[in-house]
């Protein structure tokens, strides 16, 4: 074996035991997830019933930034999982993900929506669920939701045509003097979480994601404010978990990448410090001298 293979071999094992670290760890959690899903709500009851209690189960839950991260520092960016946001709570984008990733363990399919203020810029993070009704918006950071007279639930489509129905909905909860969430309504900035240009991916966090976005909306127009947004991308263990898989993959075609170009060298006699072929060829020599 040379000596870059040997070190491929070691990053791989590296990166494997890492993996299998982090499979161990989203199983633990997935137990604890599910311990608390238990003591909130029911499965026996209806979807709506379960977002309802989910949300308004984090109401005490502090709302400062969560600073948690899984594994290691590296993956800091990824922001705390949902067990630590249960732990230490967090901010809209954290209670965000949390609503979802529980309720995708009771089968109930919902996305995170991020809302914009007048100059575009993300400003806050809600959750749409698809419950019994229908669609059904909530807002994990003031304990919201949206119901119609009628029955059933108003969607991010809805709220997004009629911005009255997020304001009517505010002056029926203050009316009532309740605190639903861990946020007051009374702070609620409606002038900066606008759902008219609600989008399921927050596309201003890198210049090259607002350009990405702007070629995205030429190409399909409005759809592009609603790109299908994998549920795995919530919840950072796996989004470690899928990540390392592919850098396997990467290193595994490396390894057999260079083990073919060792090959084809050995083959064609190059290998690097390899000594040279001795040379057979026969030369005519001098006579020998005759003795008198």
């Keep these: 074996m040379s000596r870059r293979s040997w070190w491929l071999c070691v990053v791989l094992a590296t990166v494997a035991g890492l993996q299998l670290v982090a499979v161990a760890s989203f199983l633990g959690e997935q137990r604890t997830l599910g311990a608390y899903l238990n003591r909130v709500t029911q499965a026996s009851q209806a979807p709506s019933e379960q977002a309802k209690e989910i949300v308004l189960s984090l109401k005490n839950k502090p709302d400062e930034g969560n600073d948690s991260y899984f594994l290691l520092p590296i993956f800091r960016p990824l922001r705390p999982t949902a ?68 029955g059933g639930y108003f969607g991010i489509r809805e709220l997004r045509q009629d911005p ?91 390894w057999l990448l260079l083990r073919r170009l060792t090959k084809k060298r050995t083959a064609e006699g190059r290998l690097p410090g390899s000594t040279k072929t001795r040379d057979t060829r026969s030369f005519p020599t001098a006579p020998l001298a005759r003795s008198s």
Aim: overall charge neutral; some cysteine.
């Design 83 to 150: 067990a630590q946001v249960i732990e230490n709570g967090g901010d809209c984008a954290d209670r965000s993900r949390l609503v979802i990733t529980l309720l995708h363990l009771r089968g109930i399919h919902a996305t995170k929506w991020a809302l914009y203020n007048a100059n575009g810029e993300s400003k806050h993070a809600v959750v749409e669920a698809d419950v019994e009704s229908g669609k059904m918006v909530l807002d994990p950071l003031f304990g919201i939701w949206f119901p119609k007279q009628e």
């Design 164 to 254: 009255n129905i997020l304001l009517e909905r505010l002056k029926e909860l203050r009316a009532e003097k309740v605190r639903p969430g861990a946020d007051r309504l009374e702070f609620y900035p409606a002038n900066d979480y606008i759902y008219t240009n609600a989008r399921t991916i927050n596309w201003t966090k890198t210049a090259t994601m607002r350009d990405a976005f702007s070629i995205l909306h030429r190409m399909i127009g409005e759809r592009a404010y609603a790109l299908h947004r994998p549920g795995f991308v919530e919840e950072p263990a796996l989004m470690v978990i899928y990540g390392l898989a592919v850098l396997e993959v990467f290193l595994i075609l490396l």
